[in-house]
């Protein structure tokens, strides 16, 4: 199983950018796919975006679609999603999270990394 770790939060103003990653533990990697999802203070967790191993393919929630990116760097095991055009309503606390096959539920992920905070100023 692996052990995630998420780093690259932080504050930002509107407008701007931030690569978030999250770094596994494990030699198994590659054979996962990874989420990234993200909880606002009084909202529920919501997926993000999601990038499947193998061939990569990707979802993205259509709140993020055009201004995120996920990819994967499986020789550093390593998945980022770079955020661009950044609002105050992307502010949350952002998870990442493997899982055998992806999908947009948090139910269907089966380990998670502990967050990391992005914060954006308006």
């Known amino acids: 199983q692996v052990h995630l770790v998420e780093s690259g939060g932080g504050l930002v103003q509107a407008g701007g950018s931030l690569r978030l990653s999250c770094a596994a533990s494990?030699?198994?990697?590659?054979?996962?796919?990874m989420g990234w999802f993200r909880q606002a203070p009084g909202k529920e967790r919501e997926f993000v975006a999601a990038?499947?191993?193998?061939?990569?393919?990707?979802l993205y929630a259509d709140s993020v679609k055009g201004r995120f990116t996920i990819s994967r760097d499986d020789t550093k095991n390593t998945v980022y999603l770079q955020m661009n055009s950044l609002k105050p309503e992307d502010t949350a606390v952002y998870y990442c999270?493997?899982?055998?096959?992806?999908?947009?539920?948090?139910?269907?992920?089966?380990?998670w990394g502990q967050g990391t905070q992005v914060t954006v100023s308006s």
């Open positions: 999270a493997a899982a055998d096959n992806i999908s947009r539920r948090n139910s269907g992920y089966d380990v």
């Open positions: 494990g030699r198994t990697f590659s054979s996962y796919g």
């Open positions: 990038i499947s191993w193998g061939i990569r393919i990707t």
